[in-house]
Structures are given as structure tokens and as C-alpha cells.
T-cell receptor, first 117, second 112 residues
Framework: EPEVTQTPSHQVTQMGQEVILRCVPI?????FYWYRQILGQKVEFLVS????????KSEIFDDQFSVERPDGSNFTLKIRSTKLEDSAMYFC???????????????FGPGTRLTVT | DAKTTQPPSMDCAEGRAANLPCNHS???????VYWYRQIHSQGPQYIIH???NNETNEMASLIITEDRKSSTLILPHATLRDTAVYYC?????????????FGTGTRLTVIP
């Protein structure tokens, strides 16, 4: 069964450093998402992406964050200057449009645990 | 998107049906009910969704009340691997990416 993959599984970085989290969505999917989950808290939406542009973003997704689909397979989340509070599990997800252009089921990757020290 | 209310935790004996309730009294006519689960910090996993009719798939059944103000997710024969946090999400069905807004969910513990 096709699945969303994410690398690395765990990233440790120092405060102020840039990090790039990578995701390979399912190949025929067209909608892409990033979510995060701070330890012990709920899963929070960050950003959605379609047709090479951001569809929607939350208040969390400020100027420190950016997303990119650099080629036909990868989808990346960049944090420009990490802060301690960026420590969290980051999940990538993708979905495929239905015949009406919407989507129901999102497939999530296993996550990247980001630790900022 | 309408707000949902779920009990924080539930237990279920292995092999028995697990019935997870969700209240969504402010749901509007074109909002769907989705259920996802998260097994121990893994990525959330889609289970099922519905609008107003009851739905069943290989994982679960979804029962939506006639007034659509509440629903119940049923796992017919719970196994230990069904121990997870279950999220009920109400979401407008619209063209394009449909972002999900997770609440705190119900932590289901399946007991041997």
C-alpha cells in the first residue's frame, strides 16, 4: 500500500539554526499538508499546498516557515531560525482530489521529531 | 467548522464493540463528520466519514443521529491494536485542500 514517508525521523538542532523537514507524498496525490504536535498537545494544522502554492495557512505558520515542492516528489517544510518552542513532531499529509475537486481522506506520514536545544 | 465534544477517555474489553460518542450540536447542513485515530504518536489515520447516512467500512461503522447533532463510531470487535486517541472532526466539504482541525479526542484503551 502506498504511504507518505518523512525524513529524518528525528532532527536535533540548535536554536537559531535553519532546518528542512522532508516529505514524499503518495505519488498521485495533489494536496499536501503540514501539521505539528507539541508533546502532550493536540495536532495543529500549519499549512496546505496545492498547484505549487499555499492554499491555506494557520497563525502558527509565520514568516519563519516556508514550504516548497522542489521536484515532482518531495514536499519540504523549512524553519528559518528555530526557536525552543518549535520542538514538536511534524507530520506531513497528502490527499487526492475526488471527481468534484475536494478530498476526504488524508494520509499522514510517520512524522519527524524536531528537538531544538 | 463546528465544534465537537468527546469524552476524554474510555475503556473497552478486547473482542467487544467499542462505541465512541461525539457531540456536534452546531453542525451545519453541508459539514461532514470525520473520524481519525492516532496510535501512540504515530501519524493520524483516517477511519471513516459521513454526512447524514450511516456508513460502514472495513475498519468501523459510523452512526449519525437523524438531527445530525451527534454521532457514534463503532469498532465492532476491538483488539489491543485499537488502543489509540480517536478524533471526531466536523469539516465543511469544499473544493480544494480540506485542512483538519483536531481536538483533544477520546483516548480508547482496549483491555485484554
Amino acid at each position: 500500500e502506498p504511504e507518505v514517508t518523512q525524513t529524518p525521523s528525528h532532527q536535533v538542532t540548535q536554536m537559531g539554526q535553519e532546518v528542512i523537514l522532508r516529505c514524499v507524498p503518495i505519488s498521485n496525490h495533489l494536496y499536501f499538508y503540514w501539521y505539528r504536535q507539541i508533546l502532550g498537545q493536540k495536532v495543529e494544522f500549519l499549512v496546505s499546498f496545492y498547484n505549487n502554492e499555499i492554499s491555506e495557512k494557520s497563525e502558527i505558520f509565520d514568516d519563519q516557515f516556508s514550504v516548497e515542492r522542489p521536484d515532482g516528489s518531495n514536499f519540504t517544510l523549512k524553519i528559518r531560525s528555530t526557536k525552543l518552542e518549535d520542538s514538536a513532531m511534524y507530520f506531513c499529509a497528502s490527499s487526492v482530489p475526488t471527481t468534484t475537486g475536494s478530498s476526504y481522506e488524508q494520509y499522514f506520514g510517520p512524522g519527524t521529531r524536531l528537538t531544538v536545544t | 467548522d463546528a465544534k465537537t465534544t468527546q469524552p476524554p477517555s474510555m475503556d473497552c474489553a478486547e473482542g467487544r464493540a467499542a462505541n465512541l460518542p461525539c457531540n456536534h450540536s452546531t453542525i451545519s447542513g453541508n459539514e461532514y463528520v470525520y473520524w481519525y485515530r492516532q496510535i501512540h504518536s504515530q501519524g493520524p489515520q483516517y477511519i471513516i466519514h459521513g454526512l447524514k447516512n450511516n456508513e460502514t467500512n472495513e475498519m468501523a461503522s459510523l452512526i449519525i443521529t437523524e438531527d445530525r447533532k451527534s454521532s457514534t463510531l463503532i469498532l465492532p470487535h476491538a483488539t489491543l491494536r485499537d488502543t489509540a486517541v480517536y478524533y471526531c472532526i466536523v469539516r465543511l466539504y469544499q473544493t480544494g485542500a480540506n485542512n483538519l482541525f483536531f481536538g483533544t479526542g477520546t483516548r480508547l484503551t482496549v483491555i485484554p
